[in-house]
Structures are given as structure tokens and as C-alpha cells.
């Protein structure tokens, strides 16, 4: 029997309040010739609310060199994606 792999969206491990993630940063606003003065940068992360309807989406508190970022769901959240890529997004640690 082939596996089956999971959407991108959806997490492969329900994540729990505590869990250790990484959260992909928005970075400044990009300039009109495409350019933005921060890049978007991985973050730590703890999950501190899950979405009781979606799994991928959490509540989290972003730990930045300069201080914390606050991401609850009431504000959207973020939501998973395990490419890692998208800002705005969380996904697990590779180190598990």
C-alpha cells in the first residue's frame, strides 16, 4: 500500500500548547522595486492556543533577538506550513 502524504497545511503531529516550533517572520514592508530592509527570518516559537476547528492554525509567542512578538488567534494566528517558507506561517523544528 503507497502512504499517502499530508497537504502541506495540514501538520503531520497535532501540535499542543507548549510545543516548541519555528515561526517564519513577516520582515519590513517590501519597497516598490521589491526590496525590503529585513528580510523574513525563523524565529522561535511556543504555541501557547491551538484552533479547536484547525489544527494548523495556532496562537504563539515568537521569541526575537530584540524581544517577544505576540501572535494569538484572535489576531490570526499562525498558520502551518511545512515548507517553512511563508511568513506569517510556523512549522516544526527539524531537530523533532
Do not use: K
Amino acid at each position: 500500500m503507497n502512504a499517502v502524504e499530508p497537504p502541506a497545511s495540514v501538520p503531520v503531529s497535532v501540535p499542543v500548547e507548549g510545543s516548541q516550533v519555528l515561526y517564519v517572520s513577516f520582515g519590513s514592508p517590501v519597497r516598490a522595486d521589491g526590496s525590503q530592509e529585513y528580510a523574513p527570518q525563523r524565529r522561535a516559537a511556543i504555541v501557547t492556543e491551538v484552533d479547536p476547528g484547525d489544527a494548523g492554525r495556532v496562537g504563539l509567542v515568537v521569541f526575537n533577538p530584540t524581544g517577544q512578538h505576540f501572535r494569538p488567534l484572535g489576531l490570526g494566528g499562525g498558520v502551518y506550513d511545512a515548507s517553512g517558507t511563508t511568513p506569517g506561517s510556523w512549522h516544526w523544528r527539524e531537530d523533532g
